[in-house]
């Protein structure tokens, strides 16, 4: 089983706009295309593990979802879960996206905290190809929205 680490291109990530707060109490977004990822794996049960950016160093983060807008194909299975280095599936559990759906974020787990607040830390995406093969992905996109507090802004 092989690892692919790869790092999200600037330009899929952004803070939401003022009616896109509103609407998911997110603030900022990743956006992941089948196009990022193909070729990345070629055997069964390979992982890409996606660097979505860094957390400042005291940070909490109250809401994740994912949104699954085309369904991905060209692979027999691939799961996701979205978290932290140190804690991968901490917010998005194990999911498949073959089926376009939004999910919420785990459950039991409102809230991830930095309880040290000493250092940053790594937000990933991490997917893990199935026995059908590595992924000759041909269709595919969700975003992962979040809402990550800087915690010395606060008053």
Request: with cysteine; proline share 3%.
């Amino acid at each position: 089983m092989a690892d692919t680490a790869l790092t999200i291109n600037d330009d899929r990530v952004s803070p939401l706009s003022v009616q896109e707060k509103a609407a998911t109490g997110c603030n900022i977004k990743f956006k992941v295309l089948y196009s990022d990822l193909s070729a990345t794996t070629s055997a069964s049960n390979d992982t890409i593990t996606l660097t979505l950016g860094a957390t400042p160093a005291k940070w909490y983060i109250d809401k994740c979802m994912m949104n699954i807008s085309t369904a991905f194909t060209g692979v027999s299975n691939m799961v996701w879960t979205v978290g932290t280095t140190t804690s991968v599936a901490a917010l998005i559990s194990s999911t498949s996206v073959l089926t376009a759906a939004v999910l919420n974020q785990a459950v039991g787990v409102p809230v991830l905290t930095n309880t040290t607040a000493t250092a940053s830390k790594s937000l990933v995406a991490i997917a893990t190809t199935g026995t059908g093969g590595g992924p000759a992905l041909t269709a595919g996109e969700f975003t992962i929205y979040m809402n990550l507090v800087d915690a010395t802004q606060l008053p």
